[in-house]
DNA sequence: TCAATATATGAATAACTGTTCATATATTAC
DNA sequence: GTAATATATGAACAGTTATTCATATATTGA
């Protein structure tokens, strides 16, 4: 019957553990955060408004690639809510939501051991 | 020539974005640590393993899902580092690698403002 | 050695995601 | 109003990924 040598111990904890699985629904909130910050293309726009807000213009210079490229991912960033956006004029001047944001990316560099 | 009302600003902005991009190889690495927390039955995998190591069987238990799923997200966890293994006798036994690991999903959270 | 148990893995398929291209919308200047 | 500029978006295609199924490996006990 018992599956493995810590039946009790492991068992206890996998009952704690469905008692305190979040919701679905919060699951899936914290998992679209990590997949919206998990491109390569995606962090670039991150790490390049460390520097301060930018139009997207700017942004597609800091970053490369399309501009209907770098929208398409600034909306991604945007619906996630890890960048916000405000209209200036004719341009959209894009800027990091809050400083969760840059914590999240330090945390998991010094995780790596990686500076940046 | 001036593409926006901030031009000298943003262009600034752009200029030192793309002088403290890290390189590429460091973009990749801090890229798969957030892939593999983003998926959902992988995040479910390490709100399990909060409570305390557990064998596959145990966090199979946990999460739910078929043996061999389970077995592949924790593969992809592993060669992540975001969880360690040990054997056992006839078991594995995985827990979180690190607290850097807790504290990423729960800043998450805390950005989210839902509790976890 | 053999049987039983626990876990891992390769291949195949289905679903998802990023980019490109073409085009649409919104703002400004005239 | 029209032209020019900045940005966004829908569709399509290509590449990626998660799951399933079948099977392999590793450990234990007999």
Not at 51 to 60: A, L, N, T
């Amino acid at each position: 019957m018992a599956v493995c040598d810590h039946e009790e111990q492991h068992h206890l904890a996998a009952e704690a553990a469905k008692a305190n699985m979040p919701q679905e629904e919060d699951v899936a909130r914290v998992s679209a955060v990590f997949k919206a910050i998990s491109e390569p293309s995606r962090l670039k726009i991150l790490f390049a408004l460390r520097q301060g807000e930018m139009c997207v213009y700017h942004i597609v210079e800091a970053v490369g690639g399309t501009q209907s490229a770098v929208s398409h991912q600034l909306r991604i960033l945007r619906d996630s809510r890890m960048i916000k956006a405000r209209r200036d004029g004719q341009n959209i001047v894009y800027s990091l939501a809050d400083e969760h944001v840059l914590a999240v990316l330090e945390l998991v560099c010094t995780h790596l051991n990686c500076k940046i």
